[in-house]
């Protein structure tokens, strides 16, 4: 199904069940598009099986980084406060997505029976950073974030949003470490923290389970860092190949990982 917001047609995918059910936004990665997100992280197959409704909206700017031309386009979004991928800014008059996304949730709960108080969102590197945007600006309509490999600190104080992050070890796109990159400057455990302290949750307890390292801030409003270790700037468990980002590692299922933790916040 196609949803109208505001001229741009936003793909959503449901069972056949009826509602009403948790909706899950699942953002596209810089030089992408909402289709190809949808190839990436599976979430279609999880959406039929688990009862849950999955939107792929796509970005309004245009951001040809790569040789190939996508079919849909190569599109960033506007992340408030970031640059984009190029290094340049967004350009004036660029589309609020913070108030498109806000959009989509409404025009999808105008056409399908959602649970408003179950809307969580996910993303891919720049729409990871876009998902953490949303939770931080509008944190009345996200009930839950999953950024991978993009996680972005909260930029001040506000409500709490319950947070799972997937990191690779070896991201060299966006380190682990953080760096001089506009976009990237904190690293990934210090803004995991920072969502903690948010929330009010922690202190931080780390466990090991197999190649990844678990770090969790519990509470009313967890935080999860779930670092993948050997695996580059990728989304563990994908079937699809994207090249010069790093190792994908296909022994860790992220899109598993982050229903099952959205699923655990949205229990009746």
């Known amino acids: 199904m196609l949803v ?24 596209h990665g810089s030089n992408s598009n909402g289709e190809q997100q949808a190839e990436l992280s599976g979430f279609r197959a999880l959406a039929d099986a688990h009862g849950f409704a999955v939107a792929h909206p796509s970005a309004a700017i245009g951001a040809p980084l790569l040789e190939q031309t996508l079919p849909g386009g190569n599109l960033a979004w506007n992340v408030p406060g970031a640059p984009l991928a190029v290094g340049a800014e967004p350009p004036a008059g660029a589309r609020d997505d913070v108030a498109f996304l806000a959009d989509v949730i409404a025009a999808i709960g105008e ?28 944190p009345d309509l ?28 070896d991201d060299a796109v966006n380190p682990l470490a953080g760096g001089d990159d506009p976009r990237w400057r904190e690293s990934v455990h210090d803004a995991a923290a920072s969502w903690a302290a948010r929330n009010g949750a922690g202190p931080a307890i780390t466990a090991e389970e197999g190649r990844v390292t678990r770090t969790s801030w519990p509470g009313a409003a967890p935080v999860e860092l779930h670092v993948v270790h050997g695996g580059g700037h990728t989304w563990p468990g994908t079937a699809v190949t994207l090249e010069g980002l790093g190792a994908v590692a296909h022994d860790v299922d992220a899109s598993a990982r982050i229903w099952r933790f959205f699923a655990g916040l949205l229990r009746d």
Do not use: Q, W, Y
């Open 4 to 27: 109208d917001v505001g001229g741009f047609a936003v793909p959503v995918h449901a069972p056949s069940a009826e509602g009403p059910m948790p909706l899950l936004l699942d953002l």
């Open 142 to 169: 996200i009930a839950g974030l999953a950024p991978v490999a993009g996680l972005r600190a909260p930029r001040g104080p506000g409500s709490a949003v319950p947070v799972l992050a997937v990191h690779g070890g």
């Open 111 to 138: 056409r399908m029976r959602i649970r408003p108080s179950a809307v969580v969102v996910t993303g891919f590197s720049g729409g990871g950073r876009m998902a953490c945007a949303l939770a931080d600006a509008r």
